[in-house]
């Protein structure tokens, strides 16, 4: 910032600046002088109204925070509310690095069944890196089965004979609970 107001910014003179050029502007500022609370206000500001990147960077500041189940809970209320696949995928991911990747699975489920079989190769990925290879399995198996999208049922397969012993096991070990989880 500048005496005289907000510096010119890569973004804004890219696309002819806006409000959420400037709340994320702020939240970049606020952020880099230490000012948390002020640059997750901004951030999800701009998030709530539209933009993805400030979504991802309230997001990343609250779980720095270590405020997980607020970020959890906010993302939870915004995929409610306008079934947001992406705030699913945030939450989930959040869970999963907070050691709560057994809460992520329905969150993950969701994303799959909101967003298609893609999703599902996605969130199953997510969970085999986080070391729980049976629900990455499921995910797996419910995106290979998927006859709408042949396109995605084949690196869905393939993607499950990497986890052994996948092959033998169920695909109806995790189900979908209608609700986002909150860590214990």
Known sequence: ??????????????????????????????REAGRTA??????RTAADA????????????????????EAVGWLGRRAEAGGDVRSLRLAAGVLVRAGHADDAVPCFTRAGEAGGPRAFLAAGDHLRRAGHDDAAAVLFRRCADD???????EP???ACALIPGAAGRGSRSVGHTGRTPHPS
């Open 50 to 69: 539209g933009d993805a990147d400030a979504l991802r960077w309230a997001v990343h500041l609250l779980e720095a925070d270590g405020r997980i189940d």
């Open 38 to 43: 002020l640059a997750i206000s901004a951030y």
């Open 147 to 153: 006859a709408h999208n042949a396109s995605a049922a």
């Open 1 to 30: 910032m500048t005496a005289n107001g907000p510096r010119d910014t890569p973004s804004s003179r890219r696309r002819g600046g806006g409000r959420l050029d400037l709340l994320r502007w702020t939240g970049h500022e606020a």
């Open 156 to 158: 869905c397969a393939a």
